[in-house]
Antibody, heavy 120, light 110 residues
Framework: EVQLVQSGAEVKKPGESLKISCKGS????????IGWVRQMPGKGLEWMGI????????RYSPSFQGQVTISADKSITTAYLQWSSLKASDTAMYYCAVNFWSGYYGMDVWGQGTTVTVSS | QSALTQPASVSGSPGQSITISCTGTSSDVGGYNSVSWYQQHPGKAPKLMIYDVSNRPSGVSNRFSGSKSGNTASLTISGLQAEDEADYYC??????????FGGGTKLTVL
């Protein structure tokens, strides 16, 4: 069974760094793109970016380029989303999702989400 | 890149059919057959319902169908059930930003 298990909720202060994770299992981790989506409180979904763990090829939405870093460690079948300096506006739910069937970086199977709260 | 345009809300009675539209441009919806639809219940992760305009993943009810005409994609739910009440989002490939979501539509089953 394909599963994406995300790390637990985080509460951070502005300016702190953070790295959240998404562990894939039940499929060939290196063979499929895995991406990240933001959902701010009470708002819609926003596509952030995606990585191909096989060669770490990465694509970012212009809105998130330079604001976050997407990476993957294929040895432990885990993708990451990280911030070097959090802002209050980074408070949101973050989902990872893997692209199995959809063309062009679509998000097909989703993780359960990680809540990030940034507050002083 | 602006979000794709969806109606904020739609409603229907059990057993009826409803359609949710998703309007973009020739650079996204109209230019590629890569439109997906997601269902999201409160407090839950989104679930893929339709991919590549009209394909259903295994396990998704055939009451859900997708189509596209020009720059507008549509999701139709037939035989509406109480469990269909949720938020629905469209998503398309776009030449500029790779993927873009619609603003979301709240479906109310009356």
């Amino acid at each position: 069974e394909v599963q994406l298990v995300q790390s637990g909720a985080e509460v951070k202060k502005p300016g702190e760094s953070l790295k959240i994770s998404c562990k894939g299992s039940g499929y060939s981790f290196t063979g499929y793109w895995i991406g990240w989506v933001r959902q701010m409180p009470g708002k819609g979904l926003e596509w952030m970016g995606i990585i191909y763990p096989g060669d770490s090829n990465t694509r970012y939405s212009p809105s998130f380029q330079g604001q976050v870093t997407i990476s993957a460690d294929k040895s432990i079948t885990t993708a990451y989303l990280q911030w070097s300096s959090l802002k209050a506006s980074d408070t949101a739910m973050y989902y990872c999702a893997v692209n199995f069937w959809s063309g062009y970086y679509g998000m097909d199977v989703w993780g359960q989400g990680t809540t990030v709260t940034v507050s002083s | 890149q602006s979000a794709l345009t969806q109606p904020a809300s739609v409603s229907g009675s059990p057993g009826q059919s409803i359609t949710i539209s998703c309007t973009g441009t020739s650079s996204d919806v109209g230019g590629y057959n890569s439109v997906s639809w997601y269902q999201q219940h409160p407090g839950k992760a989104p679930k893929l319902m339709i991919y590549d305009v009209s394909n259903r993943p295994s396990g998704v009810s055939n009451r859900f169908s997708g189509s596209k005409s020009g720059n507008t994609a549509s999701l139709t739910i037939s035989g509406l059930q109480a469990e269909d009440e949720a938020d629905y989002y469209c998503n398309s490939y776009t030449s500029s930003t790779k993927r873009v979501f619609g603003g979301g539509t709240k479906l109310t089953v009356l």
